[in-house]
């Protein structure tokens, strides 16, 4: 499993946890799944059969470090490795580390490397593909998201070909699963411009499958990896199909064309307990996710840029009846970017309650009125108006664009609804930040660290902080939080940053959904975990009386 603490969610993911994000060690399973699993654990298992899956959106690339949306890492996710992984209770063990020494206070790791590992063109992987990563990641021609951690390095040394060191100035707690990121290949990559990169199309991983076809905007398909150096996955093929709408994407799973997908509020209430053949083919899993689902206002445009319009919107939305209208009440009102129930999240921060009264009273405190008596506040001559932008495919967000709409049009706000599709949405809108205010969603990991997309220097296209949101006294308590190691001091830090993006509100925090997944009950070895639904995929694998499909040798 790869991990970056901070994914940008493709649209189905919103409101289903089929990645591994995460779920909730307590999480909820189907009594019928449980003994499933239980009874499918006895049998040897054997090779054959593919996985299907689906995306609303088609991948942007498939270079893991380079992209920041979910349909594409989902897909490298399989191609690559780190250094380091969470298992299936979200404690860290080794991926291409066969172990590793921190010494002074955290300030130096020594990662000492698997020697029997090679890269899908049989090149071997040596510490020399790990220096040519970390070099990568703190190239400023690099376009990506997620240097900021390896900037902290101090330095980084090739002890031999299977032993790198790596230190930092001071303390930083995150350190080690940062080395979760994707190690690149050295000899396919160095000298390249990437984004020019053959690689992006028909990457080279060292992971359990790999690459072998992409039909643009219909699906991408990988094989299992007979050399893979932690064995050869059971499934022959995973093959991701471009799925551009929730009911298609329904209508297929009951079609048996697909063999997991996330199933909306409205299918998990309504649609699926009265249909037999969904009974008869399918597994449901149920957990609270490690995600939440937001409004993001652009800060470099007027008026996002006055705390009082934001705080006045947050008070103009009905969170409560989003959760029980749109979500079947699958789903709990989110306050801040942390989940319910976890040692990060702070549940005493200033809450924002259904109050078109008090939202009304901060925009004319910020110089909004509504001079000409047409309903629509104005200032300076100008009508309060905006658009409001998400993805295609998706109805639960469409769902909440039109709630907003509506919600905010009683205090004076004009709202206008852009729907785009997804590649469209994140390239030529969210990347070169050409929104007004979105309506979006973050998975989030095990990690609490804040920097990626909360701090200041994050600011910018293609970063994740892509509404600009600064805030100086956020951003010395994000890098105070990086240092320390202590969980119990740790969260202080992260407390008192949550009561800041409280009374800040860069974003409208909607929800954090239940995430309600489907999975083909002909594969063996599923069950959730703390990790996900997918954290041993590699792992699964069918009886060969129930195997779908065949491939040629």
């Known amino acids: 499993m790869i991990r970056v603490r901070f994914l940008l969610l493709a649209a189905l993911l919103v409101f ?30 054997v090779n054959g059969d593919a996985f299907v899956s689906s995306s609303l959106g088609d991948a942007t690339g498939l270079i893991y470090n380079i992209t920041s949306d979910s349909a594409s890492h989902d897909v490298a996710a399989k191609i690559y490795n780190g250094l380091v992984e969470y298992d299936k209770d979200l404690k860290i063990i080794g991926d291409l580390a066969e172990s590793w020494d921190i010494t002074e206070e955290g300030k130096v790791i020594v990662f000492h490397l698997k020697k029997d590992v090679k ?15 970390y070099k990568f990641m703190i190239d400023d021609k690099t376009p990506t998201s997620y240097d900021a951690d390896f900037r902290l390095v101090k330095s980084f040394e090739v002890i031999d070909e299977y032993t790198v060191k790596i230190t930092y100035d001071e303390p930083f707690a995150p350190a080690l699963i940062s080395w979760s990121m994707a190690v690149l290949p050295k000899h396919l990559l160095e000298g390249n411009d990437v984004t020019k990169s053959p690689l992006l199309r028909e990457p080279v991983g060292t992971g ?32 991701t199909r471009v799925i551009p709408d929730t009911a298609t994407t329904f209508l297929e799973l009951l079609n048996g064309a697909i063999d997991m997908a996330g199933l909306t509020p409205l299918q998990w209430t309504r649609q699926i307990d009265t249909n037999q053949q969904f009974q008869n083919q399918y597994d449901k899993y149920k957990y609270l996710s490690f995600g939440y689902t937001y409004v993001g206002y652009n800060h470099t445009k007027k008026p996002f840029n006055d705390k009082r319009v934001r705080q006045a919107l947050t008070y103009a939305t009905p969170k409560k009846d989003i959760v029980k209208g749109i979500l079947f009440d699958l789903g709990v009102p989110a306050h801040g970017p942390f989940k319910p129930g976890t040692l990060w999240y702070n549940d005493d921060v200033k809450k924002y309650d259904y109050n078109p009264e008090k939202a009304k009273e901060l925009l004319a405190e910020a110089g909004w009125t509504d001079s000409n008596g047409d309903g629509i506040l104005d200032k300076n001559g100008k009508n309060f108006e905006f658009e409001l932008m998400t993805n295609q495919g998706n109805t639960v967000r469409t769902k909440i664009c039109e709630t907003l709409q509506q919600s905010w049009e009683k205090i004076g706000v004009k709202v206008d609804i852009r729907v785009l599709e997804w590649a469209t949405f994140i390239n030529e809108y969210v990347d070169k930040q050409k929104f007004d205010a979105l309506v979006l969603g973050w998975n989030i990991t095990n990690d609490p660290d804040l920097y990626d997309v909360w701090h200041s220097s994050n600011c910018g296209g293609r970063k994740l902080n892509f509404i600009c949101y600064k805030n100086e006294e956020l951003d010395k308590l994000i890098v105070e939080g990086r240092k320390e190691f202590d969980p119990e001091k740790r969260k202080l830090f992260y407390h008192k940053a949550q009561e800041m993006l409280a009374e800040d509100q860069p974003y409208t925090f909607l929800y954090v959904p239940y995430s309600l997944v489907a999975v083909s009950n002909r594969f063996e070895n599923v069950y959730s975990a703390p990790a996900g639904i997918t954290h041993n995929q590699d792992k699964w694998w069918v009886k060969k009386e129930n195997q779908k499909y065949h491939f040629e040798p």
């Open 16 to 45: 289903v946890g089929c990645s591994d994000g995460g779920s909730n060690t307590s999480a909820e399973k189907e009594v019928k799944s449980v003994k499933k699993t239980a009874e499918k654990t006895k049998d040897t298992p």
């Open 208 to 239: 359990p499958y790999k690459f072998k076809e992409w039909k643009a905007g219909e699906s991408i398909t990988l094989v299992a990896n007979d050399d893979y150096f932690k064995g050869r996955p059971y499934i022959d093929r995973l093959i």
């Open 119 to 133: 890269w899908h063109d049989g090149h071997p992987f040596t510490s020399a593909d790990v220096e040519f990563t």
